[in-house]
């Protein structure tokens, strides 16, 4: 057997599984500072980081944690901006126009009340369930640097609280260890603060009084309302409620019951032809419960002249609208009111 030459060990062909590193920080562009159009919002510079150092290769792991942070880079952006629930209004009246949605009211207001939607543009739709809220999301964010609690905004569309001594707002893998603070020369100089100008909002002005919620009695209430410019930092209620209808309900003297409204005409009995249809009505009391003494019938009927027949477009829809009590009760129905009309 001849001798084996060019063998090359078996691991310099296994292709080695390398995970994910990121880099270090961007450095703060602090020339370059945004300010929302939104009062109560902070300015801030972004930085950022890649998965590079070094990049996943053969079925590594992909870097874990966000790839962006924010250095606060002012703290005096104009207070005579909108306020958030002013801003979310806007963007969702331009989602009104451009989708031409009548469900959409054009209206919406922030859902501090969930953190993870703080920072999301929710539009309200409009719902016949009374005082549940309904909305939908297009994808939009609140811009960064948007108040979204206390000592708490936006950036990338999340809730983020500010850390390293109220000068960075970090991810949470990045507030975990004070080492991960920048150095204090890689943060944005900040001007001096009145802390107690800061820490109080203003509020917007009141609503218009809701529509009552009663027509009589004594538990009618109107309502009006008004938003904090920046959330949670306002003196005061953010409602206010007054009585209104407060007079005697007319009475329906009991033992006089009446008809509702006739329901719409059913479907006619069939797609050809001559059919039938019927609506319905039914008598109340005072207290809306069924009575038996109105004049008059709960029902009517009336003949439906549908298309012509030939031998493929007839229909007989009494399957599907009729049952076969219903149909004996039209017939003999037919039959009195024609002997009737007869006589």
């Known amino acids: 057997m001849g001798e084996i030459t060019n063998c090359k060990k078996l691991e310099n062909y296994i292709q080695q599984v390398i995970n994910g590193g990121w880099s270090v920080w961007s450095p703060f562009n602090c020339k370059q500072c945004s300010c929302p159009s939104i009062s109560g919002s902070i300015g801030v510079t972004l930085s950022h980081r890649s998965c590079s150092n070094p990049e996943p290769v053969n079925g590594g792991a992909e870097c ?7 250095a606060v880079c002012t703290r005096k952006c104009a207070e005579g901006g909108n306020s958030v629930n002013q801003y979310i209004s806007s963007k969702c009246a331009e989602h009104k126009y451009q989708r031409n949605d009548p469900e959409l009211t054009g209206s919406g207001s922030q859902l501090t009340r969930f953190p993870q939607r703080a920072c999301k543009i929710f539009c309200d739709v409009q719902n016949g369930f009374g005082s549940q809220r309904n909305y939908r999301f297009y994808g939009d964010n609140l811009p ?3 108040p979204c609690g206390w000592d708490r905004y ?4 999340e809730c983020t609280e500010l850390s390293c001594e109220d000068s960075i ?7 975990s260890s004070r080492n991960s603070c920048p150095s204090t020369h890689e943060r944005c100089p900040l001007e001096n603060i009145d802390t107690k100008t800061m820490s109080n909002g203003q509020w917007g002005q009141w609503t218009i009084w809701s529509s009552c919620t009663a027509s009589c009695g004594d538990l009618g209430v109107q309502i009006r309302s008004r938003t904090c410019n920046i959330n949670n930092r306002c003196e005061g209620e953010p409602t206010q409620n007054q009585p209104c209808n407060r007079h005697v309900c007319p009475t329906i003297p009991a033992g006089e019951p009446v008809w509702t409204e006739w329901t719409p005409w059913t479907q006619c009995s069939v797609s050809c032809g001559r059919g ?15 009575a038996f003494s109105c004049q008059g019938q709960t029902m009517e009927l009336r003949n439906c002249d549908e298309l012509p027949c ?6 007989d829809r009494s399957g599907a609208q009729w049952t076969g009590k219903l149909l004996k009760y039209i017939s003999l129905f037919n039959i009195k009111t024609f002997r009737k009309n007869s006589n």
């Open 64 to 70: 874990q944690g966000p790839n962006q942070r924010a």
């Open 144 to 146: 960064d640097g948007a």
């Open 154 to 157: 936006c950036l990338n569309g």
């Open 169 to 175: 707002l970090a991810p949470d893998d990045q507030r």
């Open 276 to 290: 039938s249809q019927a609506r319905y009505r039914r008598c109340q009391n005072s207290q809306g419960s069924v």
């Open 310 to 315: 030939n031998s493929g477009n007839r229909l």
